[in-house]
Structure formats: C-alpha cells, structure tokens
C-alpha cells in the first residue's frame, strides 16, 4: 500500500527532547490506530505510545508523564513528543499503524529511526 515515513529520530543529549513524526505517504482511510514501538539491543520490541483515530491515547509507564502522541488532522501522521530524555530511551523506534479490515486488523510497519541519548 503506502510507505511509512518516519523522520526525526537522531543522536541527543540527556535530558534534551525530541519528536517523532510518522506519515502515511498516501491516504489510508482505514487506519484506527497509530502509534510508536521501540526495540533496545538485548530486549524485545515494547510499546510506547499508541493513540486511536478517536483520539484515545495509551502510553508506556516509562514515558508517561513525559512524552504526549498526537495525530495531524488528516489522521495519517502520528507524532511523539519526548522530554526530559534518558539513556535508557536509546532504541530503534518504529512506527505502527493498524489497519481496519472486514475480517479484521493487519498492522504495518515502519522502517525504523534510531534514537540515542547519551550521558
């Protein structure tokens, strides 16, 4: 279908901030959800920020409170906010965007950005 362009991810200091932003190169009408994954070396991928087309939002314990997910209006760009950045933030983060389908989801997948926060 459409590319994922995710932008914005680079090397940063600790406590500095960045933001993520994610498109849907093309229109898709059926997205319910989109949202930000993260893969450190060593761990499994986790969730850490996900928000509905409704405009219901999910974030990981450890970024809560410090970072916010938003959609543009078109609902085909995902955005994430993240402050007061940490080392342990450093990860490949990957964009996710949920389709809504008449036998169900599929979900698609971002390339990938890395993040690095150094001390």
């Known amino acids: 279908q459409g590319q994922l362009v995710e932008s914005g991810g680079g090397l940063v200091q600790a406590g500095e901030s960045l933001r993520l932003s994610c498109t849907a190169s093309?229109?898709?009408?059926?997205?319910?959800?989109m949202g930000w994954y993260r893969q450190a070396a060593g761990k499994q991928r986790e969730m850490v920020a996900t928000?509905?087309?409704?405009?219901?939002?999910d974030y990981s314990h450890s970024v809560k409170g410090r970072s916010t997910i938003s959609l543009n209006n078109a609902k085909n760009t995902v955005f994430l906010q993240m402050n007061n950045l940490s080392p342990e933030d450093t990860a490949v983060y990957y964009c996710?965007?949920?389709?809504?389908?008449?036998?169900?989801?599929?979900?698609?997948w971002g390339q990938g950005t890395q993040v690095t926060v150094s001390s």
């Open positions: 996710w965007v949920r389709v809504e389908m008449t036998r169900g989801y599929d979900d698609y």
């Open positions: 093309e229109l898709w009408y059926e997205i319910s959800d």
């Open positions: 928000i509905t087309t409704e405009g219901s939002t």
